[in-house]
């Protein structure tokens, strides 16, 4: 009975100190990864140029992993992960992934290092949209100046257009315009049954475009008009066969 209890009395000991070697190579692993998920964080500012999901296996099963693919102001390029971190208790993978839009410029908080040898891309622990003045001025447009390009444009477009339907080339280029700038959509189709109503209104096509004049006096004419009057031909065309169909 004694031998058995020291025989018992090894193997306990033997397998605590097992037990116990376990556990710090866990805890040193486990440590050492929380240090380099600290340490290696950084801030870089990119817009993004592509974004994707690749599956990957992972044991026996596959997984869907979120990458991002932003480029610096320098032109250089970078792949980034975007993977759930519990050292940064990030669990909103995929909600930041929808939130990314391509073409618009973040400031992404990240961490890890890029090692191609190991596959191994810097992870993105959040991303913040970084707002220029050029889209801030373009999304906060003033009404005035929306209309006075408006009525500039629609101006030199029925002069240069005298057989058009005039109404119709309203519509047409109200919902031209609505369609070219997103965010003022809005506030151009205001405006352009502001103009419609005042076309239909007026006395003479004339007293109309004396209307456009005031409308659009004092500013500067827009350098886009002839680009629009191109991708409006479709339109002016099918309004002149209207026109000459009612002859």
Same mark, same amino acid.
């Given at each position: 009975?004694?031998?058995?209890?020291?025989?018992?009395?090894?193997?306990?000991?033997?397998?605590? #100190?097992?037990?116990?070697?376990?556990?710090?190579?866990?805890? /040193?692993? !486990?440590?050492?990864?929380?240090?380099?998920?600290?340490?290696?964080?950084?801030?870089?500012?990119?817009?993004? !140029?592509?974004?994707?999901?690749?599956?990957?296996?992972?044991? +026996?099963?596959?997984?869907?992993?979120?990458?991002?693919?932003?480029? +610096?102001?320098?032109?250089?390029?970078?792949?980034?992960?975007? $993977?759930?971190?519990?050292?940064? /208790?990030?669990?909103?993978? #995929?909600? @930041?992934?929808?939130? @990314?839009?391509?073409? +618009?410029?973040?400031?992404?908080?990240?961490?890890?290092?890029?090692?191609?040898?190991?596959?191994?891309?810097?992870? @993105?622990?959040? $991303?913040?949209? @970084?707002?220029?003045?050029?889209? $801030?001025?373009? #999304?906060?447009?003033k009404p005035k100046t929306l209309e006075a390009n408006y009525a500039q444009t629609l101006l030199q477009m029925i002069n240069e257009n005298p057989n058009a339907d005039v109404a119709e080339a309203i519509k047409a280029f109200t919902?031209?315009?609505?369609?070219?700038?997103?965010?003022n959509a809005s506030k151009i189709k205001v405006i352009g049954n502001k103009y419609y109503n005042r076309y239909m209104e007026a006395d003479t096509l004339e007293d109309f475009k004396q209307l456009l004049v005031e409308a659009s #006096?004092?500013?500067?004419? !827009?350098?886009?008009?002839?680009?629009?009057?191109?991708? /409006?031909?479709?339109?002016?065309? $099918?309004?002149?066969?209207?026109?000459?169909?009612?002859?």
């Amino acid at each position: 009975m004694k031998q058995y209890n020291s025989l018992t009395y090894m193997y306990s000991k033997e397998t605590i #100190s097992k037990l116990g070697c376990s556990v710090s190579a866990l805890a /040193l692993i !486990v440590g050492s990864s929380l240090c380099l998920s600290y340490c290696t964080q950084d801030t870089v500012d990119v817009k993004i !140029v592509d974004k994707y999901i690749k599956t990957e296996q992972s044991g +026996k099963s596959s997984k869907g992993v979120f990458y991002v693919v932003g480029e +610096k102001k320098s032109g250089e390029r970078e792949v980034f992960k975007n $993977a759930d971190s519990f050292a940064f /208790l990030k669990f909103n993978s #995929s909600d @930041i992934q929808q939130q @990314i839009d391509m073409g +618009k410029t973040y400031r992404l908080d990240v961490n890890w290092m890029r090692m191609p040898f190991f596959s191994m891309y810097r992870n @993105i622990i959040n $991303a913040g949209l @970084i707002k220029s003045e050029t889209t $801030a001025t373009t #999304s906060q447009t003033k009404p005035k100046t929306l209309e006075a390009n408006y009525a500039q444009t629609l101006l030199q477009m029925i002069n240069e257009n005298p057989n058009a339907d005039v109404a119709e080339a309203i519509k047409a280029f109200t919902a031209l315009e609505a369609a070219k700038d997103a965010s003022n959509a809005s506030k151009i189709k205001v405006i352009g049954n502001k103009y419609y109503n005042r076309y239909m209104e007026a006395d003479t096509l004339e007293d109309f475009k004396q209307l456009l004049v005031e409308a659009s #006096s004092g500013k500067k004419v !827009v350098q886009c008009i002839q680009q629009g009057n191109q991708q /409006l031909q479709p339109v002016l065309f $099918a309004l002149r066969q209207n026109s000459h169909q009612h002859v």
